[in-house]
Each structure stands twice: as C-alpha cells, then as structure tokens.
C-alpha cells in the first residue's frame, strides 16, 4: 500500500429506520489498495454493527442518528490517516454539506486535515449484513480487524 492510500480512510455506512423506537447501522472503514491489474482492493480495519433505541420521550431521527454514527466512526479512524471519505446511501446525506461542517471540527482535532462526504448510492452489501447483525443482537458491536 502506498504512502497515500494509507493516508485516506473510506467510512462506508448503511443506516436504516426499523421503526419509530430503532435504527441500525453498520459502518466499516477501509483503506484502498491498488493491484496490479489495476483494480482496487478494500481493506477493512475497523467494523462496527450499531444499534440505536429510543429513550425516553425523545424520538430517533436518521438525520441525527447519522451525525452521531459520523462522530463515532471518527473515533476509530487510524493514525496516519490525514483524509476521510465518508460514503453513504441515504437521502439525508444528499445534504452533505452539513455533515461535513459537523464532522470537520471533530476531526481536525484528531489530525485528520480532510473531510469528505458523498452521497453513495452503490449497495456495499458487507454494512448492510453489518446492521442486520445489530438489529439481531439488539445491541451495538465495534471490532478492530
């Protein structure tokens, strides 16, 4: 893996609403590695399988359940990384500019120098199994690979 690859960090989630009490994630941050048949091969360091309950009268929303899974992603973003790419399918990350202003802050004070958040809408279907398996477990699970 190059200097750069190793400098940037894709943080792919997949997020769902079960229903007005729930919502699941699965998250997985990677590296990219080239080939040498040119193609790219993910490398994930960190998975986590999470899951969010309502508590008390306060209702779940994916829009700020989506900034929390951000941040805690955030947290197990490796040392020598210096850019973040975060990548995600659901419409409320269409409106990335405000993730990136929330996150940015956060991760400048990890070291991370760049934040980038797309809207992703090819299925990456290793963080959907990832949330499926919180909403088995009713609980969240985060392993460094």
Same mark, same amino acid.
């Given at each position: 893996m190059s200097a750069i690859e190793e400098a940037v960090t894709y943080i792919n989630i997949a997020i769902t609403k079960i229903d007005e009490?729930? *919502?699941?994630?699965g998250v997985e941050l990677v590296k990219?590695?080239?080939t040498e048949a040119g193609k790219a091969s993910w490398i994930p360091y960190v998975v986590m399988s999470l899951y969010y309950a309502r508590e008390g009268d306060r209702r779940l929303s994916v829009r700020q /359940?989506?900034?929390? &899974?951000?941040y805690?992603?955030?947290?197990? &973003? @490796? @040392? &020598? /990384?210096e850019t973040v790419i975060y990548?995600?399918? #659901? @419409?409320?990350? &269409?409106? #990335?500019?405000?993730y990136r202003e929330h996150v940015r802050a956060f991760a400048n004070q990890r070291g991370v120098k760049t934040v980038i958040v797309r809207h992703h809408t090819k299925f990456i279907p290793n963080i959907m199994q990832l949330?499926? @398996?919180?909403?088995?477990?009713?609980?969240? *699970?985060?392993?460094?690979?």
């Open positions: 009490d729930r *919502i699941i994630a990219r590695e080239g /359940t989506l900034l929390s &899974v951000c805690e992603a955030m947290r197990y &973003v @490796d @040392d &020598v /990384t990548r995600c399918g #659901s @419409d409320c990350f &269409v409106r #990335s500019i405000e949330a499926n @398996d919180a909403l088995e477990r009713g609980e969240s *699970i985060i392993a460094a690979l």
